[in-house]
């Protein structure tokens, strides 16, 4: 008996082991960003892009590419050091990464707060498995948060 359940076991390894992911917040994100070598753009925003592109685990065992790239359209405002008050609207890239099974994703027409990384011919939208770069239907507070970490020139995790 011992020995069926190790066979078992053995064949499903994916399953047992599930993706622990810390809980991105906005002081994360904005220091992550400023001591990345990557410049980033900050901007509030809804994306517009085909879903059917984003990669989908079709059940056990089955393992999406580990990076997707997706043609996208934000439109929203970019922050320049006042505030998200500077109308933007562009083309980015989204690139999707996956780690086993477990893929990042976006809603589409959801406002966000975006993390947009320069790319070298358009912005890119990362989007982790763990998420981080994006925060839906952003709050005043969150915003706040952004102006906070730019004006004093750091952002710490206590900060939320």
């Given at each position: 008996m011992?020995?069926?359940?190790?066979?078992?076991?053995?064949?499903i390894p994916a399953q047992a082991f599930a993706l622990s992911c810390v809980e991105p917040t906005v002081a994360s994100s904005?220091?992550?960003?400023?001591?990345?070598?990557?410049s980033f753009l900050l901007s509030t925003g809804t994306l517009t892009f085909d879903v059917?592109?984003?990669?989908?685990?079709?059940?056990?065992?089955?393992?999406?590419?580990?990076?997707?790239?997706?043609?996208?359209?934000?439109?929203?405002?970019?922050?320049?050091?006042?505030?998200?008050?500077?109308?933007?609207?562009?083309?980015?890239?989204?690139?999707v990464e996956c780690v086993l099974s477990w893929c990042g994703s976006i809603e589409p027409g959801v406002e966000h707060l975006l993390f947009l990384r320069?790319?070298?011919?358009?912005?890119?939208?990362?989007?982790?498995?763990?998420?981080?770069?994006?925060?839906a239907n952003p709050t005043p507070e969150m915003l706040n948060e952004v102006k906070t970490c730019f004006s004093e020139g750091n952002c710490s995790a206590e900060t939320n």
């Amino acid at each position: 008996m011992r020995s069926l359940v190790l066979a078992a076991s053995l064949l499903i390894p994916a399953q047992a082991f599930a993706l622990s992911c810390v809980e991105p917040t906005v002081a994360s994100s904005y220091t992550a960003a400023t001591t990345s070598e990557d410049s980033f753009l900050l901007s509030t925003g809804t994306l517009t892009f085909d879903v059917s592109l984003l990669p989908r685990s079709k059940g056990l065992g089955d393992k999406p590419a580990n990076r997707t790239r997706i043609p996208a359209t934000v439109k929203g405002n970019a922050f320049l050091g006042e505030g998200f008050d500077q109308p933007f609207e562009t083309n980015v890239e989204l690139v999707v990464e996956c780690v086993l099974s477990w893929c990042g994703s976006i809603e589409p027409g959801v406002e966000h707060l975006l993390f947009l990384r320069e790319g070298k011919a358009s912005y890119e939208l990362s989007l982790p498995a763990c998420g981080g770069t994006t925060f839906a239907n952003p709050t005043p507070e969150m915003l706040n948060e952004v102006k906070t970490c730019f004006s004093e020139g750091n952002c710490s995790a206590e900060t939320n």
